[in-house]
């Protein structure tokens, strides 16, 4: 089942969200839902507050990524494929290297792409689909996936992230968004919009 996407705006992109306990109702079938809704916006990573859970848990699938980046070798691309993964309350335990800027964009955030500074490489610990708990280190884009992810946890969007300035020239627009000033073709939910299409 397709789930809502909550757009830029709606005050659960802002809270930090609960962990979860191994008896979290039909967490399979909740699963499957935030495939199916990712796939269908064409995106490589959903945070479960985008679809209105206040909980922590984000789902990837950075292969998309590595398919566009096939042309030329890209050391930041290494460990894509295959990279699909639920994470259970996460923790991000260390991040290193330099900081390095990427366009990100955010499947609440549609039309809009900035360049945002993180560091390279992280360590996570998470519990996975299975409740087991695992322990890894990424880099490059696999890497900024689960940071972007990871900050929707924390109720930050890439937007909190940029400068004032930038934020300012963006203010009008991203208002636009939260009233459903925007042409996607994936489901969402706009916090201002005043009549919900039918
Ligand atoms: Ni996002």
Redesign the pocket.
Known sequence: MILPILAYGDPLLKREADEISEDYPDLNTLIENMYETMYEAS?V???AP?VGLPIRMFIVDGSPFAEDEEDEFDPKAEGLEGFKKVFINPIIEEESGEEWSFR??????PGIREEVFRKENLIITYFDENWQLQEESYSGYAARIIQ??Y??LEGI??TDKLSPLKRRLLAKKLNGISKGDTDIDYRMKFPARKKQRS
């Open positions: 995106g990573g959903l945070a985008q990100e964009g955010c499947l609440s955030i972007h992810e900050d929707h969007l890439f």
